[in-house]
């Protein structure tokens, strides 16, 4: 039997309310229709640190930077090595679309506590995998934070205009930084939403061989 082809490991990112979680299911939908399989996943996960992530991240439990870049790292660790895991997908030849990876924790912990430590243990991690293609879904905040108002009644600690604003310009930088090893795509995601996925699905298509 010839052996199956190793899936696509595709991240998007983005600052809060960028729109990722709709254009993540958007283009899962489209790859699917070409026949291929896709599982969606997110950061923080459901493990253990995930969920003590959760809890900090709703404001219930106080947690520190170097703790949360931890946890962060923790909960990214079982991401690829647990059971249906991100390695896990990819060996069966399933694409993986995940919202969220160590682009965050060095744009967001990254600007909160000592980068290079954060940047390091994300990326010297042997069991932390490099994406085939992350992409960026470009927003200003003011636009971004008037989605999340009219879509959710609570907010998390990380959406206030200030803080976006740094962590949007800190994105743009880490993938600056990133530039000979991680394939980035950036994309304008203040357009209406079709336009937006059209524009994500082509750059997979350019970017990702698939
Ligand atoms: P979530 O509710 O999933 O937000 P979104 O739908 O906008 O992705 O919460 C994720 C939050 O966690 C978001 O504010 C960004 C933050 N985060 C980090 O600070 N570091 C990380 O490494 C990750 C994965 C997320």
Request: negative net charge; contains cysteine; glycine residues 6%.
């Amino acid at each position: 039997m010839q052996e199956r082809k190793r899936g696509r490991f595709i991240v998007l990112e983005g600052i809060d309310g960028c729109g990722k979680s709709t254009q993540i299911e958007r283009l899962a939908e489209r790859l699917r229709a070409e026949g291929r399989e896709v599982a969606v996943t997110a950061e923080p996960t459901d493990s253990a640190s995930g969920k003590m992530l959760r809890a900090a991240l709703s404001g219930a439990d106080r947690r520190g930077p170097c703790e949360m870049a931890a946890l962060f790292l923790l909960d990214r660790i079982y991401h690829n090595v647990s059971e249906n895991g991100i390695e896990a997908m990819l060996a069966k030849g399933i694409d993986v679309i995940c919202d969220r990876y160590y682009y965050s924790s060095l744009a967001y912990q990254g600007s909160e506590t000592d980068f290079a430590w954060v940047r390091d243990m994300n990326l010297a991690c042997p069991e932390i995998r490099r994406p085939d293609l992350c992409l960026f879904l470009d927003v200003e905040p003011r636009v971004s934070l008037a989605r999340i108002a009219a879509s959710r009644t609570s907010t998390e600690i990380y959406e206030k205009e200030e803080l976006l604003e740094k962590f949007r310009a800190r994105f743009l930088e880490v993938f600056a930084m990133l530039k000979e090893t991680d394939r980035v795509a950036v994309v304008d995601a203040s357009r209406d939403v079709d336009e937006v996925a059209e524009a994500v699905y082509r750059a997979v298509k350019e970017n990702a061989e698939i």
